[in-house]
C-alpha cells in the first residue's frame, strides 16, 4: 500500500506511540483528582498546556485541550458570538466544520453571515472583505478563514487579513490544521483570536486538538458538565492524547524545514510525472507543500477512479476525507469554478513517504494509456 492521503490522517509517529504508552501505562490518573496519583497526570497536564503556550508565544491560560479541531472550531465561533460579534465573515472553501459552525452559530444568534466567493486560484477578494468589515460598525465583525486549505493548498494571506481585522477591530479565527508541518504559527504576530489544530494532521493520536482563544476575551462554557479546561471543554481530559500530541508538535516543530523540502521533492516528482503522462492535466497552485491538487481528464467517474486506485493499493482522495464516500463534487472544487472536464483529486505527502514508493504509486496509477482518458 502507498497512502498519498495525509492530509486525511497521518500515521502515528513512533517516538508519539513511546509518549502515550508512558502515560497509559504510569501516568494514567485522572487529573482533576487531589490525591498523588492525580495531581501527577494534573503535572503533565500543565505542563503539556505550557508547552504549546510557549511555541505558539502565548499565555498558557489561552491554551485548551479538546477533542479534536472540530470541537475547537465551534467553541471558538460560539464563543465569539458571545463577545458581541453581528457578522461573521468566511469563505466558500473552508473546511465544512466552519462553514457548518458559522452557518449554526448565525442561525442560532441571528447573526448575518457573509460567505466569500473565491477565484480560479482559491483566493479571497482582500478589497471585498476589507469593504464589507469598513460597511459595518467597528467591531461588530468576526472573521473565519483558513491558514491552508486542505483540499487545495492554498494559503490564505493571513499578514493581509490580520491587518483589515486589526482595523476594523473584527475577531479573527483562523483554522491551522493544515499549517503545523510547515508554517510557524504564530496567534499574536496575525492578529489572530482564536485558531485550531489537530493532532491527528501531525503524526500524533486522533481524538485531540487544540483551542487557542484570546483571554482579552469573554469565555461562555457551551456545555455544562465539569471546570476542566476552565470550563471551556468539561469532562476528563484526554492526558494519553495530550501526552501525544505535545510529542507531535515538538517533532513538527523542529523538524519543520527538513520536514517542507521532503514534502516539495515528493510533490515536484508527482508533478513531473503528471505533466509528462497526461497532454492535458490541471496542477493546483495551491502553496502547502505537502498537498497537490490536480485534476485529470478521465471518462469515469470519481468513484471508479478512487476504486481503481484503491484496488492499486494507493490511498488518496477526492478532496477532504469527510465528503469522500459521498458522490458529490467537492465543495471548494465548485467554489473555484474549475473546469468540469477534469476529475480532481487531491495527493497530500507525508514524512513517511519515500520517492520510490510515490514513483511506483504513479506510475502504477496515473498511465494514461492504461486509464480511461
Ligand atoms: C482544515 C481542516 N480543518 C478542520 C478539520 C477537522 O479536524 P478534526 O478531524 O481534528 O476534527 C480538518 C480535518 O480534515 C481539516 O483538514
Not at 88 to 96: L, S, V, Y
Not at 265 to 271: D, F, I, M, S, T
Not at 298 to 318: F, H, V
Request: some cysteine; aromatic content about 8%.
Amino acid at each position: 500500500m502507498v497512502y498519498l492521503d495525509n492530509a486525511a490522517t497521518t500515521p502515528i509517529h513512533p517516538e508519539v506511540i513511546d509518549a502515550m504508552n508512558k502515560v497509559l501505562v504510569s501516568n494514567w490518573g485522572n487529573p482533576s483528582s487531589t490525591h498523588g496519583n492525580g495531581r501527577k497526570a494534573k503535572v503533565l497536564l500543565e505542563k503539556s498546556r505550557r508547552f504549546f503556550a510557549e511555541r505558539l508565544e502565548v499565555d498558557p491560560a489561552e491554551v485548551f485541550f479538546t477533542s479534536g479541531a472540530t470541537e475547537s472550531i465551534y467553541i471558538a465561533l460560539q464563543n465569539f458570538a458571545q463577545n458581541g460579534v453581528k457578522h461573521f465573515i468566511t469563505a466558500a472553501t473552508e473546511h465544512k466544520a466552519v462553514l457548518e459552525a458559522v452557518e449554526d452559530v448565525c442561525l442560532k444568534y441571528t447573526l448575518k453571515k457573509t460567505v466569500l466567493n473565491v477565484d480560479q486560484t482559491g483566493q479571497i477578494s482582500l478589497e471585498e472583505l476589507g469593504s464589507i468589515l469598513a460597511g459595518n460598525e467597528l467591531g461588530s465583525c468576526a472573521v473565519a478563514l483558513m491558514h491552508t486549505n486542505n483540499e487545495t493548498g492554498v494559503l490564505h494571506p493571513i499578514e493581509s487579513i490580520a491587518k483589515l481585522t486589526e482595523k476594523h477591530r473584527a475577531l479573527f479565527f483562523c483554522d491551522c490544521v493544515q499549517a503545523g508541518l510547515f508554517s510557524t504559527i504564530s496567534p499574536r504576530k496575525f492578529n489572530i483570536d482564536a485558531l485550531s489544530l489537530s493532532a491527528h494532521k501531525m503524526y500524533g493520536p486522533k481524538g485531540v486538538g487544540l483551542l487557542y482563544f484570546n483571554s482579552k476575551l469573554k469565555r461562555t462554557p457551551l456545555w455544562k458538565g465539569g471546570s476542566q479546561e476552565r470550563g471551556m471543554r468539561p469532562g476528563t481530559e484526554n492526558m494519553p492524547g495530550i501526552a501525544g500530541f505535545s510529542k507531535a508538535f515538538e517533532l513538527a516543530d523542529t523538524n519543520k524545514s527538513a520536514a517542507t523540502e521532503h514534502f516539495v521533492r515528493l510533490k515536484q516528482l508527482a508533478v513531473e510525472h503528471l505533466q509528462s503522462k497526461y497532454s492535458s492535466v490541471y496542477i493546483g497552485v495551491g502553496e502547502a507543500p505537502h498537498i497537490l491538487h490536480f485534476g485529470i481528464p478521465d471518462s469515469r467517474n470519481m468513484d471508479a477512479i478512487l476504486l481503481d486506485l484503491d484496488l492499486k493499493g494507493i490511498c488518496l482522495s477526492a478532496g477532504s476525507a469527510c465528503q469522500s464516500g459521498s458522490q458529490k463534487i467537492s465543495h471548494v472544487v465548485q467554489a473555484m469554478n474549475l473546469d468540469p472536464k477534469y476529475q480532481y483529486l487531491r495527493m497530500s505527502f507525508g514524512l513517511m513517504n519515500t520517492e520510490s514508493e510515490v514513483l511506483e504509486a504513479l506510475k502504477l496509477g496515473f498511465e494514461p494509456l492504461h486509464n480511461h482518458t
